[in-house]
């Protein structure tokens, strides 16, 4: 390859845009989760967790692996029977739990394996005993150099800054791990529907590349959004709204159900987008309900759902899926169509946001993180 062919793939500044291609390769990454060299690793912690007699877990991140670690939680209580805590990594080494102690497993979430604070966090835990585990793409990053064990999930050289099938990789590893932790025959049937799940996501991202543009064309006047979700998917909204906000600049808010309810559906006018997840689970009918209302208010409302239900629902747009994909398995399907949404709402141009690269390229936001986030490779590309 020249110098010159080497160039061009620093950068693209039309569809498809790098990060295009990350989330049409998700459900590939998670096939290869399921070869020998990622459970091996899974097999290993889940065999030192026993051995330790691990009685509690804290789930770590920043930005969205904080929004992977809270869609995690749901199956580490559920299926493991394991007390579980999700914090953001430098509001756990601020604000250090009571209940952590030598019996504690800590796993760090960090696609890069650089972010900042993880390693004083690291060092926190290690002071009192507990057991360190990195979820991250990146064999030699900091952070793995630092941790008792790493699960370690498949990469690439990453061009694009947002966050797509490392978010979902990262979930899917934890998952697995789960499904080691948990005890039969009800972990056998969690582990059978989870290696079910790369296929499925398959015909969901290839059906939704499809759809996305038109999707995008029903939305495309609405000024702001509000996500709405419950459970394991509000983290699903919270990542949704991260990829409107900082690949298109449209201001977007996640919210638990009667959070929104409770004060700001106030707020809601004729104009506005609310995107609702209704996947399977307690707060399903709650949800549909809250899309009736908007709707009823003037709003533009999506609604994401399985397809049996479609009835049920008064909405602008339905975006449904495949029926069976279990509440705690759904945050890893339903993410990726709100991927392609926000992507192709990104190339209507509506701010100076590089998709790719965000505003990263603009001198004084370089200026700025040089400042804020100094040794975080993520933003010194």
């Given at each position: 390859m020249t110098n010159h062919q080497n160039k061009n793939l620093e950068r693209r500044d039309a569809h498809p845009f790098f990060i295009w291609d990350s989330i049409m390769s998700t459900a590939k990454v998670l096939e290869v989760c399921l070869e020998d060299e990622v459970l091996d690793q899974v097999k290993h912690v889940a065999k030192v967790c026993k051995s330790k007699k691990i009685d509690n877990v804290f789930l770590l991140g920043t930005e969205s692996s904080s929004f992977a670690a809270m869609a995690e939680r749901f199956a580490f209580e559920s299926i493991a029977g394991i007390p579980t805590d999700v914090y953001l990594t430098t509001e756990f080494s601020s604000y250090t739990p009571l209940r952590l102690h030598s019996k504690s497993a800590v796993f760090f979430h960090s696609h890069s394996g650089s972010t900042l604070g993880d390693i004083q966090a690291v060092q926190k835990v290690h002071r009192i005993g507990g057991y360190t585990v990195g979820i991250t793409n990146i064999a030699n990053s900091t952070l793995a150099n630092a941790v008792n064990d790493v699960i370690i999930g498949p990469s690439r050289p990453k061009i694009e800054l947002p966050a797509t099938f490392t978010y979902a990789s990262a979930i899917f590893r934890m998952l697995l791990l789960v499904a080691e932790l948990g005890n039969a025959p009800k972990t056998e049937q969690f582990r059978q529907e989870l290696e079910r799940i790369p296929k499925i996501l398959e015909e969901v991202s290839h059906m939704y590349a499809q759809r996305a543009p038109g999707i995008v064309n029903e939305i495309k006047d609405c000024t702001e959004f509000i996500l709405i979700g419950s459970g394991p998917n509000l983290p699903t909204a919270e990542e949704a709204g991260l990829s409107f906000t900082q690949s298109s600049g449209v201001a977007a808010q996640a919210y638990m159900p009667e959070n929104y309810l409770h004060g700001p559906m106030q707020a809601l006018q004729p104009g506005m987008g609310v995107i609702l997840i209704a996947a399977p689970g307690p707060m399903q009918k709650r949800i549909i309900d809250i899309a009736k209302a908007c709707k009823l208010v003037g709003a533009k409302v999506v609604v994401l759902a399985p397809k049996n239900i479609e009835h049920d629902i008064n909405c602008d747009v339905f975006v449904d899926f495949p029926v069976g994909i279990?509440?705690?398995?759904?945050?890893?399907?339903?993410?990726?169509?709100?991927?392609?949404?926000?992507?192709?709402?990104?190339?209507?141009?509506?701010?100076?946001?590089?998709?790719?690269?965000?505003?990263m390229d603009k001198p004084e936001f370089k200026e700025a993180y040089a400042m804020l986030m100094a040794g975080d490779k993520k933003f010194v590309k």
């Open positions: 279990d509440e705690l398995l759904s945050p890893i399907v339903y993410i990726l169509p709100l991927w392609q949404i926000a992507y192709y709402f990104s190339l209507l141009g509506r701010t100076s946001c590089h998709t790719d690269r965000l505003s």
